[in-house]
């Protein structure tokens, strides 16, 4: 029996970062970005898909999908996000739940942007949300990948409203300052994860 934490939070929230410093601490951490980015690899039956669907600019000179091109384009057409999203669902649920089984660790992350969208959260025992303003949102995130604010603000319209992903959340960690305080409550949930892993296991 294994137990579970959810991670997510909008973009430039810093779930990454959290991610990250849990596998510093020794826990597996599945990233579902990295299993739908493996899962549309390079001549992949939904590589072949997405870029039949998108076009010939969905493509990079390697071949690969431009994945930034891609991003922008369901952003700006709900009905593009739709189609990506349907055809991913599948795949991406059945590799994260293959993963997870996998896992050897005294609890497991699961980090998803869309871990509530997706209905990835009822695979879940524990949701964590790392949460930051609105603003601070659009000012990393600009800053991180150099887009348009303008682009930043309509990813973030488009993703689950801050209130109402806040409210799957049974820990909520408040990232407004810098990477020291973010571990430092990090390493308070460790504890806790850790206790309430013992606790499933022995029921």
């Avoid at 493996?38 to 898909?49: E, L, R, T, Y």
């Avoid at 990393?140 to 887009?147: A, F, N, Q, W």
Wanted: no cysteine; aromatic share 6%.
């Amino acid at each position: 029996m294994s137990f579970f934490v959810g991670l997510t939070g909008g973009i430039g929230s810093g779930k990454s970062t959290a991610g990250n410093y849990f596998k510093q601490l020794g826990i597996d951490v599945v990233n579902a970005d990295i299993v739908a980015r493996n899962i549309a690899k390079k001549d992949s039956i939904f590589h072949i898909k997405i870029a039949d669907y998108f076009g010939k600019k969905s493509l990079l000179l390697d071949g690969n999908l431009d994945r930034a091109f891609i991003r922008k384009e369901i952003f700006e057409t709900p009905e593009k996000k739709v189609w990506l999203e349907t055809l991913l669902h599948r795949p991406i649920r059945k590799e994260i739940i293959d993963l997870l089984t996998l896992s050897a660790s005294s609890y497991t992350v699961l980090e998803s942007p869309l871990l509530v969208e997706t209905g990835q959260h009822k695979l879940m025992d524990r949701i964590l949300v790392i949460d930051v303003p609105e603003s601070l949102q659009v000012q990393r995130t600009s800053k991180r990948d150099g887009g348009e604010k303008n682009t930043v603000q309509s990813i973030i319209s488009s993703q689950m409203q801050r209130s109402e992903r806040l409210e799957f959340a049974n820990d909520i960690v408040d990232n407004t300052s810098d990477i020291k305080a973010l571990k430092i409550k990090i390493d308070g949930l460790h504890e806790l994860y850790l206790t309430l892993a013992t606790q499933k296991n022995v029921q």
